[in-house]
């Protein structure tokens, strides 16, 4: 599947998860490839990415953001839910009480 459609259905599916995601420009060291990921602010939980991010980057970051939450109820390809699984198994689920 082409990233940028993988972009969108990772995108839809963290707003049925009620998860903003925004493309902001961070200051990060490229030599340890972090472009973006989970974080939470004012109880709602947000996925920011690199706006320079290439698009593979920016599926793997929305992979592993998204891969801790419950998304057994939502409409993904099969592709998309596999990707999901992967980096589901790569970490724990956030604690939806912090």
């Known amino acids: 599947m082409k990233p940028d459609v993988m972009i969108e259905l990772l995108e839809s599916a963290a707003e049925q998860l009620g998860i903003k995601v925004s493309y902001e420009a961070i200051q990060t060291s490229?030599?340890?490839?972090?472009?973006g990921g989970l974080c939470r602010v004012n109880k709602q939980w947000r996925?920011?990415?690199?706006r320079r991010a290439s698009?593979?980057?920016r599926v793997q970051t929305l992979a592993a953001a998204l891969g801790g939450f419950d998304t057994s109820e939502l409409e993904l390809p099969a592709v998309a839910r596999d990707l999901l699984r992967v980096h589901a198994r790569q970490r724990s689920a956030p604690n939806e009480a912090a």
């Open 47 to 50: 996925v920011i990415i690199d």
């Open 30 to 35: 490229v030599t340890i490839g972090l472009r």
């Open 55 to 57: 698009d593979d980057e």
